[in-house]
């Protein structure tokens, strides 16, 4: 839990640092995504260290192409 606290943190003075410019430039729309993306990257990491199970995309594009990859090497052998 102290490094679910610790990633929190640094998301906290990452924000601290990059919102403030983001603001004085009137930069709206990159200001949505600077907090979109890093509150997406804060959670994945926060759920990481405390042991969630967090899909690899790898496993979807796996699932898709296995068929097709079994039909053609089939094919030639």
């Known amino acids: 839990m102290l490094a679910a606290a610790g990633i929190i943190m640094t998301a906290i003075v990452i924000a601290m640092f990059e919102v403030p410019s983001l603001l004085k430039n009137k930069f709206k729309k990159e200001l949505w995504v600077f907090g979109l993306l890093l509150t997406f990257a804060t959670g994945l ?3 990481m ?3 969630v199970k967090i899909p690899n995309p790898l496993d979807f594009m796996t ?3 296995k068929p097709v990859s079994d039909l053609i090497f089939s094919s030639l052998e």
């Open 45 to 47: 990491n926060v759920a």
């Open 63 to 65: 699932m898709v192409f």
């Open 49 to 51: 260290c405390v042991d």
